[in-house]
């Protein structure tokens, strides 16, 4: 037992020896002093360098690199490709950029092999597959369609004689089989593409055909001139389309009924003695032409060599006079910019040329108006001279009658271009000198002040640079109802007594009336489909409020990462009316047949045909496909 105790007692005192070093140590470690902050560490810390996000939200592409360039860290060429929905990553090396198609089931990108050929490299996501595109021309896949569609060269073929000429090839993904059209020139796909219209380069004239994708082909039109048809527009969904030649004729054509028609023929205008055309554009009406001419340039006979005129060296002469409205250096510096020349504005049913802006001049013109009567134009030619010094270039605006040719003064010292609301009838601008927003009626020419009674200033009242004050924001133009209140003189009397929402009410009732609902659908979160036949409108929500305190969106949430998208459709105008009345008192319900309300955190909405479109009250013009997404932290608010 003494030889046992005698040996416990050892193994107790080792523990004690040990558990007293431990804590020594342990001691010792926690008073040593942490190392300072110097260079070397600061070269240490990383960053996230060129991020971006595919077109569905999907996939973030990002790579790490220190925060300080070091030519020596190797893993600054890595591409990482983050997958949102598995939290997984791929990575790429020495990959410069890269592609999504087919929904983000898939992507190309480009790397080098030892001998520095480029080589394209297909991606499939999210397997992470490589596979190698060897075919000889490039890749270039079409958005919805499984198919690549690019055009190559062809080189000449001096032995048979054959001149260089471009070809169209289209070589399915899957399969890898492809057919090809020669001598192609502009080309479009539409129906979702699986049709193309397209230009095919003829010896003595070119071809306007048509037709599936894989063909056959149908020839809509066939041109006696080699010149190449330009301003070539195509409304898929009706079918119609145009194109100019030579800026001379105007052609309108329709796939349904497989025609063509000359619209107009430039040689029916009388130009003006020793003026020719230097450029022209028909209007989205096509009742107007705007034109540019110049004085008539003598062609010079190429045989004829005029003698050469040495310049004279000997001394240098630089003379300034002080009414010269820029000075020499910005003279010398203009040299290189596009010639302007005199604007005139041809209407096509009187017949009746136009100058509507001199050639130094910017021409404003309503582009979607389906009348014209007056144009706006700006010019900065008195402060040219005060160009080197001036912060903020002034301007000078102008209207103009195109009927008569009368020019009239609107404002001086301008800073913000007029810009005009998409039906072409008004144009609102901020005069700096008064402080207040103006709106010029496109018809009538006045010009009205539509901001004095705010009440509050509307310029940035803090602004201390030696200009006049900006304007607070930006006015535009609205879709629709609000369009039409901006304008309402409802608007001003209903809000005097508090009841300024109660004009929105009214404007939409007569909006209903006079609106017919359109086809279409919605794809929610890229997977459900939802189709509607009558709709009289979509409102897309992260907040529970439409314009004027109308409460489509009950359940939205403004923190929440979802949006609520509210569709009225299939009811007659007097129960949709009804549902104005109730959401704007707060008590919109979901009806069947009447108000259907999603939520989700994209949305693509698809018109038969184009509908007026606002962002939180900024135009967005008229629109048959858009495409809301909700990011997070996107807006950063200081409070």
């Not at 040593?32 to 077109?55: F, G, L, N, Q």
Request: net charge positive; charged share 25%; glycine share 6%.
């Amino acid at each position: 037992m003494k030889g046992e105790d005698k040996m416990n007692r050892t193994i107790i005192r080792i523990g004690i020896a040990v558990g007293l070093l431990i804590g020594f140590g342990q001691n010792i470690k926690a008073q040593t002093p942490k190392k300072p902050i110097d260079i070397d560490a600061c070269m240490s810390w990383m960053r996230v360098e060129s991020p971006d996000i595919s077109p569905t939200g999907r996939w973030v592409t990002y790579r790490i690199v220190p925060m300080e360039y070091n030519p020596e860290y190797k893993d600054g060429k890595i591409l990482y490709l983050f997958d949102s929905r598995t939290r997984k990553e791929i990575l790429l090396e020495d990959v410069e950029n890269i592609e999504f198609y087919n929904s983000d089931q898939a992507a190309y990108y480009q790397v080098s092999d030892s001998t520095g050929n480029a080589k394209t490299i297909l991606l499939e996501l999210p397997s992470g597959t490589k596979t190698e595109w060897t075919y000889k021309e490039a890749f270039r896949p079409a958005k919805g369609i499984p198919y690549s569609i690019s055009v190559t060269n062809v080189p000449k073929d001096t032995i048979n004689h054959v001149p260089s000429f471009d070809r169209l090839i289209v070589r399915h993904l899957k399969n890898g089989t492809s057919f090809q059209i020669d001598s192609i020139g502009y080309y479009t796909l539409y129906n979702e593409g699986q049709s193309i219209i397209f230009v095919r380069k003829q010896a003595k004239g070119n071809a306007l055909c048509y037709g599936p994708l894989t063909g056959p082909y149908q020839t809509i039109y066939q041109s006696s001139v080699k010149k190449e048809p330009v301003s070539f527009n195509l409304n898929a969904k009706q079918m119609i389309g145009g194109f100019s030649i030579k800026d001379s004729l105007w052609y309108n054509f329709s796939l349904k009924k497989n025609t063509c028609d000359l619209v107009f023929d430039r040689k029916e205008i009388v130009l003006p003695a020793r003026m020719e055309l230097v450029r022209a554009n028909l209007s989205s009406s096509q009742k107007f032409l705007t034109m540019e001419l110049r004085p008539y340039q003598e062609k010079i006979n190429k045989d004829k060599k005029e003698e050469e005129i040495k310049p004279d060296k000997s001394f240098e002469l630089e003379l300034w006079t002080w009414d010269e409205y820029e000075v020499p250096t910005l003279q010398t510096r203009s040299r290189y910019f596009r010639p302007q020349y005199s604007k005139y504005i041809y209407d096509i049913a009187s017949r009746k040329l136009t100058e509507v802006a001199p050639g130094h001049a910017d021409l404003l013109e309503p582009d979607r108006a389906e009348e014209i009567h007056n144009v706006l134009y700006t010019d900065e030619t008195p402060y040219c001279a005060q160009k080197d010094w001036l912060n903020e270039m002034p301007f000078d605006i102008y209207s103009v009658n195109v009927h008569t040719g009368e020019k009239q003064l609107v404002g001086r010292s301008y800073r913000t271009r007029p810009r005009w609301s998409m039906n072409g009838k008004w144009a609102v601008m901020y005069d700096p000198i008064a402080q207040v927003w103006n709106k010029f009626d496109g018809k009538t020419g006045e010009v009205t002040d539509i901001s004095t009674a705010i009440g509050y200033p509307i310029f940035e009242e803090t602004y201390d640079k030696p200009n006049p004050a900006p304007a607070c924001g930006i006015a535009g133009w609205t879709a629709m109802v609000c369009q039409d209140i901006l304008h309402s003189k409802t608007k001003r009397g209903l809000s005097k007594v508090g009841l300024g929402k109660l004009s929105y009410m009214l404007v939409g009732a007569k909006r209903i009336l006079f609106t017919r609902p359109v086809k279409g659908y919605l794809v929610l979160d890229g997977a459900q489909k939802v189709e509607f036949n009558h709709i009289y409108f979509v409102a897309v929500h992260n907040h529970p409020y439409e314009g004027g305190g109308f409460r489509f969106a009950p359940g939205a949430d403004p923190g929440d990462g979802r949006l609520n998208v509210c569709v009225i459709h299939s009811a007659s105008r007097l129960r949709v009316l009804k549902l104005l009345i109730s959401a704007l008192f707060g008590m919109t319900k979901k009806k069947k047949n009447r108000i259907r309300c999603y939520t989700c955190q994209e949305v693509e909405i698809h018109m038969d045909q184009p509908m007026a479109v606002h962002a939180d009250g900024e135009d967005c013009l008229c629109q048959q496909d858009i495409h809301v997404r909700c990011i997070p932290q996107k807006l950063r608010m200081i409070v």
